[in-house]
């Protein structure tokens, strides 16, 4: 399932709103806390104006020093108060905040690491990485804006129309229905008018950030053809797209404030009128003026307020949306209620009647398919490319789930273990290998993280590794780059060999580990390779046949199925048979090397 499966566009604001306030309810008392500070700072503010007005009133008035110092008494009192009580609302939506983005990022990266191997095919790593880090700063800006900023201005709105109301009725209708219509057209305007084109601007700052993390990543490709001038073009087609997203965003936000400017200040000459007539008619005191004077550029700020709240209120939900997407997404390969660790010890390989096809692919790779690998055998999988030998080996990892059948191994489904168990005693070594940009040492470790380092430099030996590693300046503390691209093709595979080594696992798959080795370091690592296989259960994805004639048995496949099975000898002599042909096409290409 991909992101535009999920019908999300018509609900955003519900599904990002209750995206964050599921993440409050982690932390009841402290958001409670919060709010309830909140809404008492603001009602102390609201009341500012009341007890003002009562100062006008006592200095126009005679023998009335008394009253106005114990109004402007109260004023400063309400005044020290709402800076207390915003210095405990601060310090609490620091600490809510902070541990609402850690989770926010650690959630969002537990979720991707467990999509499916087809998933990460088909996304770019820096447009991910780009929909976590926008989403982790979204939340930030939606805290604010929902504790500091929309709930202060309800607060304002809904007291300044009781407030009034107590006073004169019509001023409180004239607050309470100028308010509702103002907040109802801002929040229109927000969501049907600048939203949908924001989103759409979203979509293309993702495809931006993909298309630079693309090309850098690749950057020793761009340089090999002299392809900066070409990928600087891509991208500025990409720019142009964003460019003309960005800006029509822009221009309907500047239309957006138009409206509402206009409306606010409609709503402030209707508050300010009514009271001149009221004080033309005698119905209200100089005071009273002011009362109304000073709540108005209250109202004033707090409908501005509200106003840019839901703009950006809108931007936060438009910038949080492909992050609550993908934590909305179904895992492909999840792990069953109730799913209980593996313990593998001889290592047999079961495929029982298996049956397996890709996505809506209408035929099956695998049909009825059946097969057993005896503990502690050597296994060469054989074949064209896309007969599915490497499906063969993804299906025991449970990278994918079967449509019929089962896989076992030692008597147990791998379909209702702990993948995590499953796949921490299964090395594998791949014909790319990839390393983190980490310590050589970590990267050995990485099959098992608390070896000691007489263990790492002993599988590195294992590996024929040790020796180039310490010629390097740092030894085994040295940093090998992004995906290893300090080491050559050759080092790499061995690091990756000798993490295999060091995992130590009953179970061993190799896509073909010594594809990039010289012949020197291939005939070591084949000879450490045979001590690594003795009483392991291995599977060799073989490219190159002259590297299985060893193996115990070579299964032949074409288009999901088995077609032919034994040791070398015995498929060698097969007149017509698939593997005597590779066999043979692979000896001619390599005399035909040699003779050239």
Known sequence: MTLKNLDFRAGAYHHVLGFVFHHWRHRPVLVGIIIVLVIASTLAEVMVPVFSGQI?????????ADRALRAFGVVVALGLTSVVLRWFIFNGIIRLTLRTMADVTNNGFHKVQRFSTDWHANSFAGSTMRKITRGMWALEQLNDLLLMALLPSIVVLVGASIVLGSYWPIMGLIVAAGSLIYIGVTVALSMGFVSPAARLANAWDTKLGGALGDAISCNSVVKAFGAESREEGRLRHVLTKWDSRKRRTWKREILSSTIQGSMMASMQVGILGTGLVMWQQGLATPGDITFVLAMSFV????????????????????????LVLLDKMPLDIKDKPNAKPIKIGEGEIVFDRVTFQYGADPTPLYEDFSVTIRPGERVGLVGHSGSGKTTFVKLIQRLYDVNAGEIRIDRQDVARVKQTSLRGQIAIVQQEPILFHRTLAENIAYSRPNASRREIEQAAKQASAHDF??????????LVGERGVKLSGGER???????AFLADAPVLILDE???SLDSESEVQIQQAMERL????????IAHRLSTVRALDRLLVFDKGKIVEEGDHQTLIRLNNGIYRRLFERQALELTKGLVA
């Not at 590693?469 to 040295?478: A, H, N, Q, V």
């Not at 296989?533 to 060799?540: A, D, F, I, K």
């Open 469 to 478: 590693i310490m010629d390097l300046p740092k030894g085994y503390e040295t």
């Open 56 to 64: 006008v009133d006592a200095i126009a008035g005679s023998n009335a």
């Open 493 to 499: 595979q061995r690091v990756a060999i000798a993490r």
């Open 299 to 322: 109202l004033q700020g707090h409908l501005r307020d509200v106003a840019l709240v839901i703009r950006n209120l809108q931007r936060a939900v438009n910038d949080m949306e492909e």
């Open 513 to 515: 580990a010594t594809s």
């Open 533 to 540: 296989m003795n009483g392991r259960t291995t599977l060799v």
